[in-house]
């Protein structure tokens, strides 16, 4: 037997044991500790609480629900002031025919207001389910860097997945939710650089398991922050038409593998064509940000 202590990490055969520190939320801290808190009265305790004893199936998603769960889309193509977003029904039919292909059950709403979006998502969050293993919503619409547009105004995203978090949607607490977003995410433009080419802790107890209401989240944006996002008015989106080939084609490997190569289609195989010299010869380059807490494999 052997053991190997490195702060936070005890090793003894097979067995790792993890200790988290609560530690003070306070400026800093006579330990020399430093963390970003706006209350400076946050409670100085601190604790230690054993992490569970991880195994193989531990560490991914159960999809074995009677349903793989609901996929929401938001198709906003008509605006009373932006223009229309030609090419976006491509998208959509893609989308539909991608989704369902893969189990989920495929809901599509078209042209929604602000008000009528958050309407329609909190109507979703208090649904049951149960019997789900995930949840996924996909929105094509305009946007901006304050947010996405309704039809008639603009909506912050957090606005909208805040009905899914774990303390306000119970029935899809530690399952994935998957947001997929086809918006502009400002106006820069990417000129392009050349290139070469069941638990238990560690002493075998049952413990009841507490998680952040922020995890299980995957936001996939069609662009990086502050820039434009590019969509065909014959072929649909550069995005939307890479994620639906790339998770039929790849649909094996893990929902972070998908994602990259989601990312490295978009950045080689697409640039812009367009009459206007500013337009033209355009690149772009998807982003996601994850907060799973679990590998994501789509059901065989």
């Known amino acids: 037997m052997h053991f190997y202590n490195n702060n936070k990490y005890i090793f003894s055969h097979n067995i790792c044991y993890k200790y988290f520190f609560r530690v003070k939320a306070d400026k800093e801290h006579s330990s020399g500790f430093t ?3 706006a209350n400076e009265n946050a409670s100085s305790s601190m604790s230690t609480v054993p992490t569970i004893k991880d195994s193989e199936d531990q560490c991914k998603y159960r999809m074995d629900f009677p349903c793989l769960g609901v996929c929401l889309i938001i198709n906003n193509k008509n605006f009373k002031v932006l223009s229309t977003r030609f090419g976006t029904d491509v998208d959509e039919a893609a989308l539909k025919k991608t989704f369902e292909t893969l189990g989920y059950k495929v809901i599509v709403h078209k042209d929604l207001t602000k008000k009528q979006m958050k309407q329609e998502l909190e109507k979703v969050s208090r649904e049951d389910h149960s019997n789900n293993a995930s949840f996924i919503c996909v929105i094509l619409s305009h946007g901006n860097e304050e947010g996405i547009e309704g039809t008639d105004d603009t909506v912050k995203l957090e606005k909208l997945t805040k009905y899914f978090k774990g303390d306000e949607c119970k029935s899809l607490i530690g399952k994935p939710k998957l947001f997929f ?5 400002g106006s820069k433009l990417d000129c392009g650089a050349a290139t070469d080419s069941d638990l238990i802790d560690a002493r075998g107890l049952p413990i009841t398991q ?15 922050p502050g820039h434009y996002a590019w969509r065909n008015a014959k072929n649909g ?12 084609k790849y649909k094996y490997l ?6 990259t190569r989601v990312n490295r289609k978009v950045a080689l195989d697409f640039v812009s064509s367009n009459s206007k010299k500013e337009l033209d010869g355009k690149k772009a380059i998807p982003c996601f940000t994850s907060m799973l807490t679990k590998d994501f494999y789509l059901p065989k």
């Open 254 to 259: 893990e929902l972070m593998q998908i994602m």
């Open 237 to 248: 989106s550069w995005f939307i038409q890479s994620l639906c080939e790339t998770l039929l």
């Open 181 to 185: 977003l086809q918006v502009c995410r």
């Open 210 to 224: 507490k998680i952040p209401v922020e995890a299980d989240f995957l936001y996939a944006y069609a662009t990086a």
């Open 35 to 37: 963390v970003d808190s």
